[in-house]
């Protein structure tokens, strides 16, 4: 099962990245990890704070379920996995509290959730317990940082709507008459459907241009095979 | 005993897992194609939650007592685990019937994080071991109650021509949006 024989190297560094916050990202393509991606997103700062909190709990977690991908029988590998992942957790959370309390206390009980977010889990079922260590801690590095840049754009649409602030800071001015319902639950709901229905849009809109560009491709190959047989 | 009535209501209707507090979101939006189904993911949720609230309020106890409070998220998650994979066992060994319509949905339940979600919302509350169950069986039913709303409105909208883009998962994430603004008028109510 080992798909990185060769030397690892910057191509497919970069490749692993573009295909974790883009291609793959874990919130609006795949359309994992909604709890927190609803919940902790109502402003830029909470957003950026859980993306990151995700994203260190993903990479070593990732890092370690590989290092010891050898020794995890397989019939208790779920637990296995969910007691490393729930060990950095409650070290990320420690962390968090001693040195960013202001956040810690608006995540609240999301940090410890980290633990059944199922980006966590569905990476290291599907990608670290077959792979080496490097490419496993680039692929929690790329997926985390995927699901930052989502949280970071609803965070930014909601708080926008919501508040008329970025980070805390007016953008409108005094007379701006924000639409609160963007920070509650139901504008939450709302825009994360709008954000995913035009991922969706733009994802067709590019295959039906890769489509156009193949089919013309072939009919220039097609062409020129013509030519040859005269 | 009011007391734990008010609980329970607010746990039900106020504050509901899914529309206000976002517990639980991947099986809503995972499990609700079906009102049978949906029907069957949340009565297993809900038996899992109200047990695992009493176990889990027990095992807080005794980390309390050796001053390991920090060591919450880990010994719950394993202890949620460990309970979900004992009441699958015990279910097909002793109640069959009510195994064979709830067996699928057990595996999922240990990443539910309404479950966890629970077990951490009773700690930080500081609820006592009675409003610990009620709380848990409340929060279920809300769940459960969410799920099968959700569910029948899905069903009716497998008929809606929506634009292309918003086919599937956006139509149903903003129809829950319009759900979840019909529940914020019970946040208007004050109790207690």
Redesign the interface.
């Known amino acids: 099962m080992e798909n990185n024989s060769e030397k690892y190297s910057v191509r497919s560094f970069l490749g692993q990245l573009k295909s974790g916050i883009i291609e793959q990202n874990p919130t609006l393509v795949q359309?994992?990890?909604?709890?927190p991606t609803?919940?902790t997103t109502t402003s830029l700062t909470n957003a950026i704070g859980m993306g990151l909190a995700t994203t260190v709990v993903l990479a070593f977690s990732n890092l370690f379920i590989s290092l010891l991908r050898k020794f995890i029988p397989k019939q208790v590998r779920?637990?296995a996995f969910?007691?490393i992942i729930?060990?950095f957790?409650?070290a990320v959370?420690?962390l968090m509290k001693a040195y960013f309390t202001d956040l810690y206390q608006s995540l609240?009980?999301f940090i410890?959730?980290i633990?059944?977010?199922?980006i966590i889990?569905a990476r290291a079922e599907a990608f670290a317990s077959n792979n080496k260590p490097l490419p496993s801690i680039v692929d929690g590095l790329s997926m985390g940082l995927g699901f930052t840049c989502a949280l970071c754009l609803l965070g930014t649409v909601r708080e926008i709507l919501g508040a008329g602030t970025v980070a805390g800071i007016s953008i409108f001015g005094e007379s701006f008459q924000p639409a609160q319902?963007f920070i509650?639950?139901?504008?939450?709901?709302?825009t994360?459907?709008?954000l995913?229905?035009?991922v969706?849009?733009l994802r067709?809109v590019s295959a039906e241009k890769q489509k156009a560009k193949e089919l013309a491709a072939e009919e220039a190959a097609d062409a020129s095979e013509g030519g040859n047989d005269q | 005993m009011t007391n734990i009535l008010l609980l329970m209501f607010s746990a039900i209707f106020i504050e509901n897992f899914i529309f206000s507090k976002f517990y639980g979101c991947c099986p809503f939006l995972g499990v609700s194609e079906k009102p049978d189904t949906a029907l069957g993911m949340g009565m297993a949720v809900t038996f899992v939650m109200t047990v695992s609230s009493a176990a889990t309020y027990g095992v807080y106890q005794i980390l309390a007592m050796f001053g390991l409070e920090y060591l919450k998220t880990i010994a719950f998650i394993l202890v949620i685990a460990g309970l979900v994979q004992f009441i699958e066992m015990f279910l097909r060994r002793f109640i069959p019937a009510l195994y064979s319509s709830l067996g699928i949905f057990l595996p999922l339940i240990t990443t539910n994080c309404a479950v966890l979600g629970a077990a951490l919302v009773n700690i930080q509350n500081g609820h006592t071991f009675l409003e610990s169950i009620a709380f848990g069986f409340s929060a279920a039913i809300g769940f459960t109650m969410a799920i099968v709303i959700f569910a029948g409105v899905r069903v009716r909208l497998r008929g809606a021509n929506p634009p292309k883009c918003f086919k599937g998962m956006p139509l149903a994430l903003i129809t829950a949006g319009l759900i979840a603004m019909a529940f914020l008028g019970f946040s208007g109510m004050s109790i207690g």
């Open positions: 359309v994992l990890g909604m709890c609803l919940a779920i637990a969910i007691v729930s060990g957790v409650t959370e420690m609240g009980v410890s959730l633990v059944v977010n199922c889990l319902m509650m639950p139901a504008g939450a709901f709302i994360l459907g709008c995913i229905a035009l969706q849009k067709t």
